[in-house]
């Protein structure tokens, strides 16, 4: 059998960058004109309220349109574009229409007569993938016959990486996401994400990475201007290699070590051929984990600040969806409340696995701490944020109980939070806005 075939070319020009990468993976005559194309971006997050950074979180608008520019120019009609994007309020329909508008989906309609899809305003279809799990897919995807994944380059806090795999997570519904993030560990969420690829049809994978992301997946992670695509038609080796480019070995990616040993890939990459430019010569290491003290009880630029009497363990891979969104604002609102005294002992737990320190004064946040707690006598000072999504106001609330007395300003105006992470890039010509925009 020949080798997969994984393109990497500077990105220099609009229309022809994209063109060269998918002719070196092979080109589009895989699909036939009247096949139906199903286009998978990244909108990983969206906010209405306020300019926040785009830069490795989301993927260019001027990807997508050379993409649907190149289809329609090889004479493909029935193109679909599609994405799921998580907002707090699960009755939110307007957010990611926002994102639609804003990125021009919209104009690209008008423009190329394509059809652009909200994931959740669609059917899904329980999917079998193996080992007798099921996941509930969106059924335009399922019903393709040519999936073009489009990922951004970039890391990922849970999962290491987030690239053509981690990306289809957008096309499951919320009951299936939280099932990813499973408490088994064996069959936890770098389980669940390598089995991801199990059903789906022929897929053209063309990594962006315009900008790529240290310390992804979201706005709040480091991006770079790195100009560079990764294509393949194997979406596999188009992660190694991906994986490769942040500094990972794809053995170091719990995600793709599973997918490897599911579909017997080797994971020295040797049935990959790369073409174009030279990997080692742009590999450049992103660092995926935020960084925390010895013990993990507390991020590292809390401590800097001095800040004691309380423990916020790090994150776990079974913290999911809504409470991954409001890990970083509920942490910047305990260190905009520090006042230079210890706190009264208290802990902040999150995800499905934690349990409480004795001794200690215990906020538990979520349903899920809530449901495996809830009938342990001993844990009757124990405060419960009870619900998912966990409500702001509830932690709000729970932290004054303990005695930290936050503000309300970050958490109950979470659409302008990341506007706080826009200032890095403000004045820096290397991230222009315009790439996100039609
Ligand atoms: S409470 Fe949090 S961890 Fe539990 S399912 Fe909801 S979002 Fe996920």
Request: net charge positive.
């Amino acid at each position: 059998m020949g080798k997969h075939v994984v393109g990497v070319v500077r990105c220099t020009t609009p229309v022809d960058s994209v063109r060269e990468v998918i002719e070196l993976a092979g080109g589009l005559n895989r699909i036939s004109k009247s096949d139906r194309v199903f286009i998978k971006p990244n909108i990983v997050f969206w906010s209405r309220g306020v300019a926040f950074p785009k830069w490795g979180v989301i993927t260019t608008s001027r990807v997508v349109e050379d993409t649907v520019r190149l289809l329609k120019e090889y004479g493909v009609n029935d193109i679909t574009l599609g994405e799921g994007t998580v907002v707090l309020d699960p009755k939110d329909r307007e957010t990611q229409e926002d994102a639609y508008r804003y990125l021009g989906y919209r104009s690209l309609e008008k423009q190329y007569g394509i059809k652009c899809v909200k994931v959740f305003e669609r059917p899904f279809e329980k999917v079998d993938v193996g080992d007798g799990v099921t996941l509930n897919f969106n059924t335009d995807i399922l019903n393709s016959d040519v999936v073009i994944n489009l990922p951004v380059l970039k890391t990922h806090a849970q999962a290491v990486v987030s690239l053509g795999v981690k990306n289809l997570k957008g096309t499951i519904d919320i009951k299936s996401r939280k099932k990813c993030h499973n408490v088994d560990g064996d069959k936890d969420l770098h389980f669940y994400v390598s089995r991801l690829i199990q059903k789906f049809p022929r897929m053209l994978t063309v990594i962006d990475g315009i900008y790529s992301n240290e310390r992804g997946p979201g706005f709040d992670g480091k991006a770079r201007r790195t100009n560079l695509l990764i294509a393949s038609w194997d979406v596999l080796s188009a992660d190694f290699v991906g994986a490769k480019i942040l500094g990972y070995t794809p053995k170091q990616v719990p995600h793709l070590a599973h997918a490897a040993q599911f579909y017997s890939k080797p994971l020295d990459m040797s049935d990959i051929q790369t073409t174009g430019v030279d990997v080692e010569s742009v590999a450049s290491f992103h660092d995926y984990t935020f960084p925390y003290n010895e013990d993990n009880t507390l991020p590292m630029p809390l401590v800097k600040m001095g800040i004691s009497g309380i423990s916020y363990p790090k994150y776990d891979t079974s913290l999911c969806t809504y409470c991954s969104l409001l890990t970083g604002a509920v942490l910047t609102s305990i260190a905009m409340a520090w006042k230079g005294s210890s706190w009264p002992n208290v802990e902040v737990l999150t995800g499905k696995l934690m349990k409480p320190t004795p001794g200690k004064k215990s906020i538990m946040i979520g349903k899920c701490l809530f449901e495996a707690n809830k009938k342990n006598p001993e844990l009757k000072d124990t405060i419960f944020v009870k619900t998912c999504p966990p409500s702001p106001d509830k932690i709000i609330e729970a932290l004054n109980q303990s005695g930290i007395e936050i503000k309300p300003d970050i958490l109950m105006n979470l659409d302008k939070f990341p506007a706080f992470f826009m200032k890095k890039y403000v004045n820096n010509p290397e991230f222009e806005e315009s790439f996100f925009q039609i």
